[in-house]
């Protein structure tokens, strides 16, 4: 089939563009099936220079509108020049292109010739492996790996056992499936490949029947205060009693009706040392009504240059969890001698964060282990796992007032709930300005709050022992499975050309 070179390129930006509405807030998640096909037709008969370049213009769509809010941290309350803030942005985008555009580029060069093998094999499993890649690489940001997109879809029942990028993958084959289909050259050739993207909607149905834990104790009642405090006053010194004011006032009603009451991402803005006297009075009523408040705030000193964005556990006792996965750039500089260039263009508070142990012991909170983790850690499948099987159930505190009212608070919370599914855990999300929810073991959402307005969302978290086969084993086996195909697709189609 001829194709239209720049049409297919436009095309190949247009469905990349179009591709967030995947993702929350819209979640139109068949989508995330059906825009992959049309890449794969560009892909169709392109040269492998063509096939990268349409791979580029896809992932410059896909991120441009999907992660734009880099833009908003960073000019409006980083206080970069708007021209600084977008070209980072740009570049941000431009990096994440580089994933499917290599993609296209390894397929058509190294890959299988068009056909079954390409579609249905190798590109699945190429592009699943290198959005493995994009978690760590240069620190990694897996923002809107394509397994995101199904947390209320059939095949995010596979998230227990292959995690967000095992979904991705059931994702990607579904897209080859169909494109295998939909290019057939016989009947029976399309009814295979429709008989095959059957059975994978069907196992992963099968698997989301599965019961990987069961309850270890009594439902714990809850509240997270949502304290709604701007980011341009947040740190301000003049409003500090008034923000602990606000976050007590919320709080105190809840005594008689909560064990735990959470506050989201440095709620107390200012250092524990600087504040101790108002930790103790709050420890103090803590023990004496027999909850745990569980608050965020900064740890250390400018004197020790020793700081850490930490969570801390008020009660019986006042013990502290110290973030091991900071945000590059926003809470520390990575490569300082290369990039200190950007401290003379953003202005962004507490941005020389120390990253705690990697071995810190779990919280103990309302009498149970608790796995905590601070807004950037819970987009790690791999930092929330390492709480298990100790913890019973899981908190993530943040605070996505940086982004205003784009979609990423919205994005960050599918992320949450993906947390949720892959590990089988109750999870507690506590933000400033929203958005805060409470998550069940399946990812769905109990109890939500509205944004931007001071709330008190309560609810029941259900704690739970027991390990999913993505919990025991993390991304593993998945990273095997996806090199396995690979290799098993390139042995067939070097097997199909020498008999050919």
Sequence with gaps: MQRRPLLADLLAFITGG???????????????????????????HATPRRAALRGGLFGLGWFGFGIYWIYISLHDYGNAPAPFAALVTFLVVLLMALYPAITGWLLVRWGPPSGSLRWALAFPALWTLLDWVRSWLLTGFPWLALGYSQTDAPLGDLAPVLGVFGVGWAVLLSAGLLWTALRGSSRWARLNALGLLAMVWLVAWGLGRLHWVTPAGSPLQIAMIQGNISQEQKWRPEILDETLYRYVQLSLPEHSRSQVIIWPETAIPAFYENVRPFINALASRARQDRIDYVAGLPTGSWETSVLHNSVARIGATVDFYHKRRLLPFGEYLPLRELFLFFRDWVDIPMADFTAGDNDQPLLQIGGQPVGVSICFEAVFGSEIRRALPEATWLINVS?????????????????????????????????????SAILDEHGRIMAQGPQFQPEVIRGVVQPLNGLTPYARWGDSPIVVLMIALLLISLFLAQRQFATA
Excluded: C
């Design 18 to 44: 179009l591709l967030p509405l995947a993702f929350a807030p819209f979640n139109l998640w068949p989508l995330a099936m059906l825009l992959p096909v049309a890449l794969l037709w560009s892909w169709d």
């Design 399 to 435: 605070n996505d007032a940086w982004f205003k009212d784009s979609t990423a608070p919205h994005q960050h919370l599918q992320i949450a709930r993906m947390r949720a599914m892959e590990v089988s855990r109750y999870l507690a999300r506590g933000t400033n300005t929203g958005i």
